[in-house]
């Protein structure tokens, strides 16, 4: 019962940690993303030298580039969004199944310790021996005498 605990719990805490690191992964790519975009809105649109006009295929290209920067920063906004959320769901999940310690968990392992019993019993082939039937009819046996 406590190894099915703790295997459980060992399996939630890798997945856990590993939607850790992809939320990480995902805000230092939307922070470089981010500082890319910016480095751009800062860069100057004039001409090379004395001069105080604007390029236009300079202000053209820029933009496009502003353009794309600001789709691909978007994109990965909205998957560090959705990973983050659920990276905060799941370890509120993972860290209620560890609260379960030593109130519910010999009921609800107790049970699935039962079922797995049972489940391999039928398996080997000794449920005529072992099973669900067989205990019936002896119990009722104890009773009728």
Not at 63 to 68: E, F, M, S
Not at 83 to 112: C, D, M, N
Request: charged fraction near 25%.
């Amino acid at each position: 019962m406590i190894l099915m605990y703790s295997a459980l719990l060992f399996v939630l805490g890798v997945a856990k940690f590993l939607i850790g690191r992809r939320v990480k992964a995902l805000e230092k790519k939307y922070a470089r993303v981010a500082k890319e975009a910016d480095a751009l809105v800062k860069q100057s649109g004039y001409k090379d030298g004395n001069s105080s006009r604007t390029d236009p295929v300079l202000t053209a290209k820029r933009q496009y580039l502003l353009g794309l920067l600001a789709q691909k920063r978007d994109r990965v906004e909205t998957k560090y969004a959705a990973w983050q959320i659920f990276s905060e769901k799941y370890g509120r999940f993972v860290g209620h199944l560890q609260s379960w310690k030593g109130r519910k968990l010999p009921y609800t392992f107790g049970a699935v310790d039962v079922a797995c019993v049972f489940g391999a019993i039928d398996y080997l082939g000794f449920n005529e021996i072992v099973g669900i039937r067989a205990l019936v009819t002896y119990v009722t046996a104890l009773f009728t005498g």
